[in-house]
């Protein structure tokens, strides 16, 4: 088992950065790859970023390139989402997932373990 708590959601002004973690619990954490997701209000969740177990390769969704940065501790057990120039349309609740293996990192239902999720609000 995994246990995964995010932290770091707020609200921020549009042009603001945040910086969201989740911290790790449980199994060791470098056997996990590590996911990054969100879901706006009566839209369905939507990938994000993606690191593998080491940190070494990464891959985002297109709307998160260029803005986005995904890294990890594996000392510290915990993965970071850093989001820069935020837009009103990034607002959501962010969600960190683990799995153990590197794959078609944009499906939800592939990853094994979720967080609560964090809430992010971008005001114009």
């Known amino acids: 088992q995994v246990q995964l708590v995010e932290s770091g959601g707020g609200l921020v002004q549009a042009g603001g950065s945040l910086r969201l973690s989740c911290a790790a619990t449980?199994?060791?954490?470098?056997?996990?790859?590590m996911g990054w997701f969100r879901q706006a209000p009566g839209k369905a969740r939507e990938f994000v970023a993606a690191?593998?177990?080491?940190?070494?390769?990464?891959t985002y969704a297109d709307s998160a390139k260029g803005r986005f940065t995904i890294s990890r501790d594996n000392v510290k057990n915990a993965v970071y989402l850093q989001i820069i120039s935020m837009k009103p349309e990034d607002s959501a609740v962010y969600y960190c997932a683990a799995r153990s293996a590197w794959g078609t990192m944009f499906t939800p239902g592939e990853y094994n373990y979720w967080g609560q999720g964090t809430q992010v609000t971008v005001s114009s």
């Open positions: 449980g199994r060791t954490f470098s056997d996990y790859c």
């Open positions: 690191i593998d177990w080491s940190g070494f390769r990464t």
